[in-house]
């Protein structure tokens, strides 16, 4: 049984900092591609960053510069460290993965956590 737990959200100030922790279980994680997304109210899901398992990363570019995309292949677990925080970054942080392809050819992603709720005041 997969399971993705995310951890470490909550309510910063704008400007502020938060991490972001996503423990996985049931696979083999360093075969597997791991993603961040997020949804705000109102608004579609939408990819935030993502690591290969080499560790190569790729972000969306409304957080370029600001997040930083990381994972431990030894601790099944990916991190997001979100600095200099906006109010529109305010969503539901999701952990996601599908098995590594070379040609990044995704489509949906393979399994999901529950999500973690991010919450920046202004």
């Known amino acids: 049984q997969v399971q993705l737990v995310e951890s470490g959200g909550g309510s910063v100030q704008a400007g502020g900092s938060l991490s972001l922790s996503c423990a996985a279980s049931?696979?083999?994680?360093?075969?597997?591609?791991m993603a961040w997304y997020r949804q705000a109210p109102g608004k579609q899901r939408e990819l935030v960053a993502s690591?290969?398992?080499?560790?190569?990363?790729n972000y969306a570019d409304s957080i370029k510069g600001r997040f930083t995309v990381s994972r431990n292949n030894a601790k099944n677990t990916v991190y997001l460290q979100m600095g200099s925080l906006k109010s529109e970054d305010t969503a539901v942080y999701y952990c996601a993965t599908s098995l590594y392809r070379p040609d990044a050819s995704y489509g949906r992603e393979s399994y999901w956590g529950q999500g973690t709720q991010v919450t920046v005041s202004s």
């Open positions: 049931g696979i083999i994680f360093r075969f597997y591609r």
């Open positions: 690591i290969t398992p080499g560790g190569s990363a």
